[in-house]
């Protein structure tokens, strides 16, 4: 797992950027690339249970929301009293909002908002009805068991030099092409946790929603945007 960090000795600001599920760090380079040049920086890690072979594994989703409780100290620490705004996509935008909600100080000075590509607050992957039902149970008997889902490598993008770059990375074990039950049950318990709380939130977003979008459900995301 690393830290990944882009821009000028001096930036203007910081770009904290949390990326999606089965991704790594290193897929912010293009947006980080381009914000160098405005004089910002951006920093990012590898979450928990990624980057480091095929299958993302994790305990529970709440190490998510520790790892980046970390990651924005270390942020601040390496960028004193600099803006710092929350650049994330897909799950991390999932994370990120629970992060928010659970975890982050309200009235924390240092961040000034945040920015959300096609958030992941629904799934629009076809499962098995009998799967979701069975998800927990399953998860807790066989929580290592590979989820049956279709490849999805190729519909993340049409950019084709990305996702070459994508299945280079897959070939490299630096980014996951399957997940594990636990895994999934617990974005799914996620997605239901936010639905009751995103009510609470006050902070200034920006989202980006993807009509084209084939993991986040753009309806779910639509109505809790609201």
Wanted: proline share 7%; hydrophobic share 45%.
């Amino acid at each position: 797992r690393k830290i990944r960090l882009w821009g000028p000795a001096k930036p203007k600001g910081v770009f904290l950027a949390v990326h999606g599920g089965l991704a790594h760090a290193g897929d912010w380079v293009t947006p980080a690339l381009y914000f160098k040049k405005k004089g910002w920086a951006t920093a990012s890690f590898d979450m928990h249970g990624h980057a480091t072979g095929k299958r993302v594994d994790i305990p529970s989703f709440e190490i998510f929301l520790d790892d980046l409780a970390l990651f924005l100290a270390y942020v601040k620490k390496k960028y004193p009293k600099k803006p710092i705004v929350f650049l994330t996509h897909s799950m991390g935008a999932l994370i990120t909002a629970h992060f928010v909600l659970k975890r982050m100080p309200q009235g924390d000075k240092d961040v000034k908002g945040f920015i959300m590509s096609s958030p992941y607050f629904g799934n629009a992957v076809k499962v098995p009805k009998i799967l979701v039902a069975m998800s927990k149970p399953m998860a807790a008997l066989l929580p290592k068991m590979k989820v049956p889902t279709p490849p999805l490598t190729d519909v993340l993008t049409h950019d084709p030099d990305i996702t070459r770059r994508h299945h280079d990375d897959e070939r490299d074990g630096i980014r996951a092409t399957e997940s594990t039950l636990r895994f999934g049950n617990a974005l799914l318990t996620a997605h239901a946790e936010l639905a009751k709380i995103i009510g609470r939130w006050n902070q200034p977003v920006l989202m980006i929603v993807a009509g084209d979008d084939h993991l986040a459900d753009v309806k779910v995301t639509e109505a809790l945007s609201q």
